[in-house]
């Protein structure tokens, strides 16, 4: 079935370093990918989003690239700062496989950064 | 952009009590509005789809008896956890589709502790 596989955290980075966090995809159809990103005690806010093959989405520093070949939509950053620790969720949501609508969720990565 | 308010944000209520919670689309009508729970270690899992003026569509797994959805009118979608149980203590966040297809917009989550 269709499936959003993230990179198990915590994640523990320094001020100023790089960030990855790998996320893979499994769907028919052509689903759009997004970020998601999740502070202490609130909801869901949209990071950045892609809708087709190779296209990148950019927010605040982050991007992602739509990867068709190897269905992966990576998340990364030059250069992190403290105020982005948070969880950090891929999602694969639109029409995929004939069905709608659905937006279905990694299990979501803890950054944790360090000043 | 597009808002979502849910209400409330915090809710304590005693076993076997009923609670109700709302999701409101404030500037956009939702034509679909899903609802999540968030287990511990950030865990999202979709409970059920719900388009305006149907029946839900719940998740395999999910009591619809026990969580009961209205999606009455296009900015509005009830939750309502019946006969609460401590088992049902949980992170809950609503999510609304617009017509246009584009975007999920979440609300900033509901946390009910069942005493």
């Known amino acids: 079935g269709n499936s959003v596989t993230q990179m198990e955290g915590p994640v523990t980075l320094s001020e100023e370093a790089f960030l990855t966090i790998n996320c893979t995809y499994t769907?028919?159809?052509?689903?759009?990918l997004f970020w998601y990103v999740q502070y202490p005690g609130e909801g869901l806010q949209l990071l950045l989003k892609?809708?087709?093959?190779?296209d990148k989405g950019s927010n605040k520093g982050f991007e992602a690239t739509y990867r068709k070949e190897t269905t992966s939509f990576h998340l990364e950053k030059g250069s992190v700062q403290v105020s982005d620790s948070a969880v950090y969720f891929c999602?694969?949501?639109?029409?995929?496989?004939?069905?709608?609508?659905?937006?279905?969720f990694g299990t979501g990565t803890l950054l944790a950064v360090q000043p | 952009g597009a808002v979502v308010s849910q209400h409330p944000s915090r809710v304590i209520c005693k076993s076997g009590t009923s609670v109700k919670i709302e999701c409101r689309s404030l500037?956009?009508?939702?034509?679909?509005m899903f609802w999540y729970r968030q287990f511990p270690k950030q865990s999202l899992m979709l409970m059920a789809t719900?388009?305006?003026?149907?029946?839900?569509?719940?998740e395999q797994g999910v009591e619809k008896d026990k969580f009961l959805i209205n999606h009455a009118s296009l900015t509005l979608s009830t939750l309502t956890v019946t006969s609460a149980h401590p088992e049902d203590s949980s992170f809950y966040i609503c999510?609304?589709?617009?017509?246009?297809?584009?975007?999920?917009?979440f609300g900033s989550g509901t946390r009910l502790t069942v005493v």
């Open positions: 999510s609304a589709r617009g017509q246009d297809g584009n975007g999920y917009t």
């Open positions: 769907a028919t159809g052509y689903p759009s």
């Open positions: 892609a809708t087709k093959a190779d």
């Open positions: 999602a694969l949501g639109g029409r995929y496989g004939g069905a709608t609508n659905k937006l279905i």
């Open positions: 500037d956009f009508q939702a034509t679909t």
């Open positions: 719900s388009n305006e003026g149907s029946k839900a569509t719940y």
